[in-house]
């Protein structure tokens, strides 16, 4: 069983990780962040990038129910960028958002590492 | 003390590195760590024990044992994670965000009055039976109190909705909406009597994600937010906000309501002035249809003042020759 912050320096673990901020979703607040230069800015924007997926996802779904988002995978020019949601017991999600170098970071291992890593944390 | 503010005495104790509970008028605690806040509760909004009770892991009776076998030592919440009732992580994020969901309603209450600040008194050495699990020191508590209320204001620029009984429309004004969970509860709360702070208990939510949803609510039309005391106009602010609230944050909109506001109001004269370069843009495809005679005289007049219009066609780069050899010459 791992707190907070050990959920982030597990994370910061994963090779090529870059930089890992927890962000509680519905205030936008940046809960904890290593290696975030700006981490009331990051969490505003990743906040809204995955609200916008929700939204868009909730839209499109062809059945109309409620989306349910495992995570999501950003590709930009120079990283990767994974947002994870954690149901917390009341209120959240939790995102866990991980940047990882593009170039010398395995995304499907980074995604199992990072489901391990969130399972830790809200296992009990 | 002649009644020092909520945040003096606040800071002061932050300064001192003092480890005790700040009880804040009749309104909650601050419990603080070491100069840091660790916990906090408020009369207004759910804390920790409500919320392990909303949640269905843990039945009242139960944590009110643990608390009483927890004693003064302030060990009530590794005891529940031994237990196994929720994981380390949980609760971390459970005493986090019931303390800034408390911070937020007594530092609020604090600030509209300073001059009739809330008789606080001090503890030193008391604790919260959970015992310590996370920290805000306390300016960033101050800072993310203010994030949080402009974050309210810019998704609904008025607090009327805040203290009133949340009245969900019968019909929507369109065909299709999308909602968040906290949205969705909400609405199968409200029964037109409840207010926001009353959905939340019910609820088991924290107080300020509901006072979120009802603005969003709000901001998408789907609640009564009909003038009932006089104001024509939903928001109370000024003239600028006549424009609707925007439907989603900008990026920019953590920084302050009023921001976001005249946001919203510089958008019109920003938009008329982009229109003017446009007209000159459009101006030779007008040229093309409404006949080379009309438009080349319409157009340096509205335009600039007695320049010649120049395009690509040969009489131009005449002119513009005849132009450079005259600058030539002058050298």
Redesign the interface.
Same mark, same amino acid.
């Given at each position: 069983m791992i707190g907070i912050e050990d959920c982030l320096s597990e994370a910061m673990s994963i090779p090529g990780a870059l930089d890992a901020i927890l962000v509680d979703h519905t205030s936008g607040m940046a809960v904890a962040g290593e290696g975030v230069q700006d981490p009331a800015r990051s969490a505003l924007g990743l906040t809204e990038a995955f609200r916008a997926t929700l939204d868009g996802i909730a839209l499109s779904s062809a059945d109309g129910t409620a989306a349910r988002i495992e995570d999501v995978i950003i590709t930009t020019d120079t990283s990767y960028h994974l947002i994870r949601p954690m149901e917390m017991m009341f209120d959240g999600p939790l995102l866990i958002c991980l940047r990882l170098d593009l170039e010398h970071s395995n995304l499907a291992l980074a995604r199992r590492r990072l489901r391990t890593i969130t399972h830790q944390l809200i296992a009990h | 003390m002649a009644a020092p503010t909520l945040d003096a005495v606040l800071t002061g104790l932050a300064q001192k590195g003092a480890t005790g509970s700040l009880r804040v008028g009749k309104d909650g605690i601050l419990y603080l760590t070491r100069g840091r806040v660790s916990y906090a509760e408020c009369a207004d909004t759910p804390g920790v024990e409500d919320? @392990?009770a %909303? #949640?269905g892991?843990i039945s009242p009776t139960r944590v009110r044992e643990a608390r009483q076998s927890a004693g003064t030592g302030g060990e009530g919440g590794d005891l529940l =994670?031994r237990e196994? =009732?929720? #994981? !380390?992580?949980?609760l971390?994020?459970?005493v986090?965000?019931a303390t @800034?969901d408390a911070s937020f309603f007594l530092l609020e209450s604090a600030l509209p009055h300073q001059q009739a600040a809330p008789r606080t008194r001090y503890r030193d050495g008391d604790t919260h039976w959970l015992g310590t699990h996370?920290f805000f020191d306390v300016p960033g508590l101050f800072r993310?109190c203010g994030? !949080?209320r402009s !974050?309210l204001d810019g998704v609904w620029p008025s607090a009327e909705l805040d203290t009133r009984p949340v009245v969900p429309l019968p019909r929507i004004p369109g065909k299709h909406v =999308?909602l968040? %969970? %906290?949205q969705w509860e909400v609405l199968l709360a409200a029964d037109a009597t409840a207010t926001p702070v009353e959905l939340a208990r019910r609820l088991? !939510?924290?107080a300020? #994600?509901t006072l @979120?949803a009802v603005r969003e609510l709000a901001s998408a039309g789907l609640l009564a937010t009909g003038p009932e005391p006089g104001a024509p106009a939903p928001p109370e602010g000024p003239p600028g906000s006549g424009a609707p609230p925007p439907p989603?944050?900008s990026?920019g909109s953590?920084t302050s309501a009023p921001a976001g506001r005249s946001q919203g109001a510089s958008a019109l004269p920003k938009r008329a002035s982009n229109a003017a370069p446009r007209v000159v843009v459009r101006h030779p495809e007008a040229g093309q249809s409404a006949g080379q005679g009309a438009g080349q005289g319409a157009g340096p007049a509205g335009t600039s003042a007695g320049l010649p219009e120049v395009s690509g066609d040969p009489a131009d780069m005449n002119l513009l020759i005849r132009l450079r050899d005259a600058l030539e010459a002058l050298q």
């Open positions: - | 919320l @392990l %909303a #949640s892991r =994670v196994g =009732v929720l #994981s !380390r992580g949980e971390q994020f459970c986090l965000g @800034l996370w993310e994030r !949080r !974050r =999308v968040t %969970a %906290a088991g !939510r924290p300020y #994600s @979120l989603e944050e990026p953590g």
